[in-house]
């Protein structure tokens, strides 16, 4: 089956969906007693496990030596950016630390004007602006009494928002002829190898710690380590770099919304239309894009005509 240009584009906003649902379980397994080093851990440890039970069953690639190194090396990006999120949350609110983290949405951006020479136009920019302006108010800062700011936390959130487009522009061109699965899987254990050097798997070694970290750790490791590495593989190539930031802000609506509705967290309605503008945004962009496809589909038919 092909897959259309919005299908690529429904695949990397799932692959944002997916972190979304991520600050909702990280803060219901702090609530259970879990240390942040055991949280990530085993969110990245069972992540890995997952990803791979999946590649042995799929479709095998031989790849080489080279190959190997330079995907695990790759995954990277993708383990320090949930290590330096963590870190800005110890000085940041999660409210303000999630702002920073999206600043990826221009991040990406200028990645693919420094790196892909590609200029953005006006639609895009007027979309990564509504992107960051729905941010502000679906993450709260207008309504937040008082802030805790720290430029440790500052820093530290810049860095995940660096790190995390690092990742989805490793995505979009790194051995695009690996099986995505095999590819998401060799990320998955660079980024794992990266947090088992910071944070050492003490409770792989602890039973009792194990068996109650396990129904987070799947979760956790499904939807921050498995499943978007994949999406990403998947559907970043097609849309690039610049679509695919902003179609990936989809993470804040689904945080925002999860932690009304499992957390039970208040959400007032200036959040509610943050989300409503993000979720604009994201819309206006794709159909754009999808018009800029067909007129360069049309042109290229009237030459050769």
Known sequence: MVLKKWHYALIVFLGGCCYGILSTFVKLAYSAGFSSAEVTGGQYFF??????????????????????????????????????????????????????????????????????????????????????????????????????????????????????????????????????????????????????????????FDISVLKGLTPYGLILGLFGVCLPPLLFSIGMPQVGMGLGTILSASELPVAVTLSAIVLQEHVNSLQWIGVLLIFIAITGSNISSEKNGVEVSNNVQENYS
Not at 49 to 64: D, E, H, M
Not at 65 to 79: F, H, V
């Open 47 to 204: 992540g890995t496990v997952l990803i791979w039970c999946a590649a042995l069953i799929t479709k095998k690639k031989k790849l080489s030596l080279k190959q190997t190194l330079k995907l695990l090396l790759c995954g990277i990006p993708l383990g320090l950016t949930g290590l330096f999120y963590y870190q800005s949350l110890k000085t940041l609110n999660a409210s303000l630390a999630i702002i920073f983290l999206f600043q990826f949405v221009w991040i990406g951006t200028l990645f693919d004007l420094i790196f892909n020479k590609k200029k953005p136009n006006k639609q895009k920019l007027i979309s990564i602006g509504i992107v960051l302006v729905g941010s502000v108010l679906a993450a709260g800062i207008t309504s937040q009494k008082s802030d805790v700011f720290s430029w440790q936390g500052v820093i530290w959130g810049l860095l995940s928002s660096v790190t995390y487009t690092g990742f989805m522009f490793i995505s979009s061109i790194v051995e695009k002829d690996t099986p995505p699965v095999l590819k998401s899987a060799l990320f998955s254990t660079g980024a794992l190898i990266v947090v088992f050097l910071l944070f050492p798997p003490k409770f792989l």
